[in-house]
Each structure stands twice: as structure tokens, then as C-alpha cells.
């Protein structure tokens, strides 16, 4: 393994799990959907938009955590694809074959989740998607913004939508459970236990994160979350 490959494995690693911890609070944050009043999802929403500079400073740095993250890891997955077809095919070993097919599915997935993750801004941050959530506002401490608990009901009342979105958040799952074996050997993990207790850690992240998102989508399908 080249030195600068290190290098780039590390950037892949940091930068995931930076990106983890974002999801991971911002769908604590959606789940106050569930609070029984709109109120308290505006209110955290008004909140997060009351301070520009930090919350500009937050999107500038996670667009460049994201960036780093595609840049380094189609860098490797490149570097795999034209050192090592040959090896793959020829050797036929089993678990090389297994590091190649998951180097693309990685690829096609994490491509298929930066889809979802632009639709999923022109969808609710731009409101492109549905020019109607741009009238759908509410007032809070005083200060008339987006209704967002009525944007995100409208928004996953429509059953393809909804889908898109749980089939992304299930790529999300997949991406994350891969990812997280790599993130081990990037560490240089060897304890066996240790690993083994970080694996089912990454697992229970994973399921935590997918079923957390998916639950509003399907809360507002069933009903339970109403205009
Ligand atoms: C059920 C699932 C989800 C819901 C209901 C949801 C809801 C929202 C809402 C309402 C906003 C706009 C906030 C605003 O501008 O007022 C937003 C922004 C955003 N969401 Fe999600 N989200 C979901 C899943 C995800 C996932 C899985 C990701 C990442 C993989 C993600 C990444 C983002 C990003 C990057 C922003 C922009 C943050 C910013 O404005 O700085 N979301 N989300």
C-alpha cells in the first residue's frame, strides 16, 4: 500500500464518520416530528437559523467534508480498478474478488446517496421540488419562516417520494455498513474482540440511523403524523 494511498484511506475514515455524527443529529432533530405539536420542530428549526454565521460556517465545512470524502475515495477506488483487474480475475481469490465488487458497489451507492442528498435540498431546503412549500409558513419567536413540520407531512404524503426517500436511507444503511469495515483496517483494528464489538457497534448505528429517518416517511403514509 503506497504512502499516499494511507493518506487518503485516513481522509475517506475522518471524513465519514464526521458526516455519520451530522446525520446522526440531524435525524434526532427530524424525530421532534414526533413531539405531538408542530411547534417543537419550527422551534428547532428557527433556532438553527437564528445564528448565520454559524450556520454557514457549518455548511461550508461539511460541503468540504464532503467533498474530501468523494475525492479521496473515487481517488482509491480508481487506483484499485487499474492496479488490480488482472489479479482479480486471474488469482480468483475469493475475498480479493469480494474487496473489488464491494469497491464498486461502495461507489454506486455513496453516487446514488450524493443523488438523494442534492434532491433532498432542492426538495426542502430550496423548495424546488414543490413550489407550494415556499407559501407554507409559520411564525415563531416573531419571525415568519418556513413551516417545516407541514413542508416534511405535504412533502412524504406523496408515496413516491416517500419511497425515494426509504430507499436511499436503506443505501444509507448498506454505504455505512461497508464503510465501517474499512474504517477498522484504515485504523489498523487487529484485536479481534475489539473489532468484533466495533462491528456490531457500526451495525446498531447503521439500523438506528435507517429506521430513525425512515419512520417519519412512514408515520406520515400511515397516518400517524397529519397535517
Ligand atoms: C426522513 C428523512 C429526512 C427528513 C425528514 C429531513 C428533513 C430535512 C429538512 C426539513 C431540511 C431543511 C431544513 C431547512 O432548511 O429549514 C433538511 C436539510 C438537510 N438535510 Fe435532511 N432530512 C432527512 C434525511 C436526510 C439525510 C439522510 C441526509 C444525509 C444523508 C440529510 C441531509 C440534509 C442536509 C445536508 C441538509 C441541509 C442542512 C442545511 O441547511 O445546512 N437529510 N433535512
Redesign the pocket.
Known sequence: MSKSSIGRKWIVAVTGIL?IG??FI??TG?LQ?FAGTPDK?NQY?HL??SYPLV?WS??LG?LATVALHILAALSLAWENRIAKPVAYAVAGSHSRMKVALTSVTMVISGTI?LG??VF??LH??AHRVDGSYASMETVVAGVT??D?YR??VA??SQPLISGF?IV??AL?FFHLRHGAASVFQTFGLRDQNLVKVMDAGSWIIAAV?FLG?????VAVLAGILKP
Open positions: 458526516m451530522f446525520v440531524h435525524m427530524n416530528m420542530i428549526a438553527l437559523k450556520l457549518f455548511r461539511l446517496i438523494f442528498v433532498h435540498l426542502f431546503t419562516m418556513p417545516v413542508m416534511v412533502g412524504f426517500y436511499a436511507m444509507l440511523l429517518f425512515s419512520a417519519i416517511p
